[in-house]
């Protein structure tokens, strides 16, 4: 079992940044994937980004690249999510997600596809 806790939301200005954290525990944290998703108020939950557990492949929503960056520490077992140049509609509870998978390069944008999920961490951006 897989526990993830997630921090560093919080209210921000348009053009702002946030450094959102996602700390694990429970388990070899190196052999998980691990993605960021969203959810904001009446709209259905959606992928934002995704890392391998080797860090050497990533996939980002097209609605975040170029603004977001996630990254991984193994040897933290945590995995960040760097969000910069905020916008009104980047406004959502951010959910961490992860999954075991030995594949070096393995990584999804589903979110069927994680089996273990974080309790969410509030993001909001004022206009």
């Known amino acids: 079992q897989v526990q993830l806790v997630e921090s560093g939301g919080g209210l921000v200005q348009a053009g702002g940044s946030l450094r959102l954290s996602c700390a694990a525990s429970?388990?070899?944290?190196?052999?998980?994937?691990m993605g960021w998703f969203r959810q904001a108020p009446g709209k259905e939950r959606e992928f934002v980004a995704a890392?391998?557990?080797?860090?050497?492949?990533?996939q980002y929503a097209d609605s975040v690249k170029g603004r977001f960056t996630i990254s991984r520490d193994n040897a933290k077992d945590t995995v960040y999510l760097q969000t910069n140049s905020l916008k009104p509609e980047d406004t959502a509870v951010y959910y961490c997600?992860?999954?075991?998978?030995?594949?070096?390069?393995?990584?999804?944008?589903?979110?069927?596809?994680?089996?273990?999920w974080g309790q969410g961490t509030q993001v909001t951006v004022s206009s």
């Open positions: 997600a992860a999954s075991y998978n030995s594949a070096p390069y393995y990584v999804t944008t589903r979110g069927a596809g994680y089996d273990y």
């Open positions: 890392i391998s557990w080797s860090g050497a492949s990533i």
């Open positions: 429970g388990h070899t944290f190196s052999r998980y994937y």
